[in-house]
């Protein structure tokens, strides 16, 4: 047990974040605790709670309010959920009591994401006691990321564009690194849609087959057909869109019975070189062609989004370097689709940190459309959502560096 630790500030702070039982959507208390701190140095609270859901909105504003270029509004974004833990016996200790093993905190939501929300609260303390600040720097907190994600970010997103907010910058404190801290930042994520497609067909006997319709034989050509298609090539940033079926399933539990439907759910995640609308009618035109019957429900979680090279990434990679570049090895080159293989070892720190595009969705999709340029920093992501959640100590200080390091460049960009 470490609890004879030197107290640490970021460290301090994701024990008690971890130590609150906040399963999706339920907050336990998180934002109450974020949202005394940032109350503290002066950042006005404004509660956005949405069908159960808890959403805190904080800004600290400049007083010299100046023109918009000048003075922009960055948000630092996380989630207070987390994911259902698993059976109590599978992991070394309580998940939802923080404790540190050799050199190591572990706990749910470890690395998904309450210390990234930590080592952002203690960053902005930092910078607040030290400089003043141009413009405005912003909390975007949510209990609703893990889940249906429809009333958090989502519905404060909605609320700030009625409100004609347009944010500058936005930092995801989501869990983006792969083997060493800030060895890869998320410049984008590919949308994602999904259908629950289900094939009516006419139940029967099976050696009737003419009094009844087989909704498994008529959907067959028409599966195949989708996989096999080339929905898109990708481009530079990303891979190609990719179809997958995740669930198939018919029959009555009896060999000698034609099943009367057919249920069939897939996603598609995409690229930016392809659109939600454009995917559905493809899709319809395939199903349609091969004359089935069949209701399809469609969902969409979010569009694709990429922000290009501009003055928050220049700012991201700057603070990665100052703080992990100098005791950070080489990192590995990957060929895996959505990542920027690094090319050349003798001059891998201009590639570091890496761009990279792949993994599932997160709240920067809700962000991405207010027009700000967005990117996903946080700690390493091996652990996230598995038994045993963790996150190494040394890596919680050094994080809450970036981030300040980041908001530095960006809204003090005179004193830096």
């Known amino acids: 047990m470490a609890d004879d630790l030197p107290s640490r500030p970021v460290l301090d702070l994701a024990r008690a974040l971890i130590g609150c039982r906040s399963l999706t959507p339920d907050d336990a ?8 701190r940032l109350s ?5 609270l404004e509660w956005m709670n949405c069908e159960g859901v808890t959403n805190l909105w904080a800004t600290y504003r400049s007083e010299d309010r100046g023109n918009d270029v000048a003075h922009p ?12 833990p698993g059976p109590r016996e599978r992991w070394a200790s309580d998940p939802f009591q923080p404790e540190i093993r050799d050199g190591v905190l572990y706990g749910r939501g470890a690395a998904d994401m309450k210390s990234g929300l930590a080592a952002m609260v ?3 303390e930092r910078l607040l006691a030290s400089t003043p600040i141009r413009g405005t720097l912003a909390f975007l907190i949510t209990s609703d990321e893990e889940g249906i994600a429809q009333y958090g970010t989502k519905h404060v997103a909605q609320v700030l564009r009625e409100r004609g907010i347009v944010p500058d910058y936005a930092i995801v404190g989501e869990a983006s690194s792969h083997q060493t801290l800030g060895d890869r930042i998320v410049v984008g994520r590919r949308g994602s849609l999904g259908c ?5 067909g006419k139940q029967g006997h099976v050696a009737y087959p003419l009094k009844a319709d087989n909704p498994i034989h008529r959907l067959t050509p ?15 940033q990303f891979p190609p869109t990719s179809f997958q079926v995740s669930n198939i399933h018919a029959g009555t539990g009896a060999n000698n019975v034609i099943p009367g439907e057919a249920e069939l759910v897939f996603n598609f995640r995409y690229c930016t070189e392809s659109t939600a609308e454009g995917l559905k009618a493809r899709v319809h035109e395939v199903l349609d062609r091969h004359g089935l019957k069949y209701e399809a429900s469609w969902w969409h979680s979010g569009e694709p989004f990429l922000t290009l090279n501009g003055a928050l990434i220049a700012a991201a990679e700057a603070a990665i370097r100052e703080v992990v570049g100098s005791d ?8 895996s689709p959505g990542n920027s293989a690094v090319h050349s070892p003798g001059h891998w720190l201009e590639n570091f940190p890496e761009h990279f595009t792949g993994g599932g969705t997160s709240d920067a999709r809700f962000i991405a459309p207010l027009g700000a340029e967005v990117v996903e920093i946080g700690p390493i992501n091996d652990s996230i959502h ?6 190494r100590i040394d890596d919680l200080e050094r994080l809450s560096l970036i981030y300040e390091g980041v908001l530095r460049r960006l809204l003090t960009p005179l004193q830096h």
Do not use: M, Y
Request: proline share 3%; aromatic share 4%; with cysteine.
């Open 29 to 36: 208390g998180c934002c109450a605790l974020i949202g005394a």
């Open 40 to 44: 503290r140095i002066g950042f006005q």
């Open 73 to 84: 509004l960055l948000i630092l974004a996380g989630h207070t959920d987390v994911v259902p």
């Open 122 to 124: 203690c960053a902005a």
């Open 196 to 200: 629950n497609l289900r094939v009516l």
């Open 222 to 236: 028409a599966l195949a057909e989708l996989v096999a298609t080339q929905w898109d090539s990708g481009n530079a």
């Open 328 to 335: 950070t090895n080489e990192p590995r080159a990957e060929n």
């Open 386 to 391: 598995k038994i045993d959640e963790h996150v």
